[in-house]
């Protein structure tokens, strides 16, 4: 059985930093496409950031360098190292892989960027 767990969501200040992590169970990231999506109250989930099979990274476009995604392969687990963090980045985010036919989620972790 797969499951993806999420950690690392906080409160924290404009500017600062977080580190998330999403650790896998049942499947291996090793070989698979992960991404980092989130999503805002009100608004649709969006990509932030994903790294391919073949290690080519991707970020949405809000993300401004200010977000670094790495697959830890000893561990079996994706990292997002969000930096500059900014009230418009509050929101739960999820990691997600997939197998053919199948997507994986989750339960998400929450981020509130707030004075």
């Known amino acids: 059985q797969v499951h993806l767990v999420e950690s690392g969501g906080d409160l924290v200040q404009p500017g600062g930093a977080l580190r998330l992590s999403c650790a896998a169970s049942?499947?291996?990231?090793?070989?698979?496409?992960v991404g980092w999506y989130r999503q805002a109250p009100g608004k649709q989930r969006e990509l932030v950031a994903q790294?391919?099979?073949?290690?080519?990274?991707f970020y949405g476009a809000f993300v401004k360098g200010r977000f670094t995604i790495s697959r830890h392969n000893a561990n079996n687990t994706v990292d997002l190292q969000m930096n500059s963090l900014e009230p418009d980045d509050t929101a739960d985010y999820y990691c997600n892989t997939n197998r053919p036919g199948l997507a994986y989620w989750g339960q998400g972790t929450h981020v509130t960027v707030s004075s």
């Open positions: 790294i391919t099979k073949a290690n080519d990274v």
């Open positions: 049942g499947i291996s990231f090793s070989n698979r496409d």
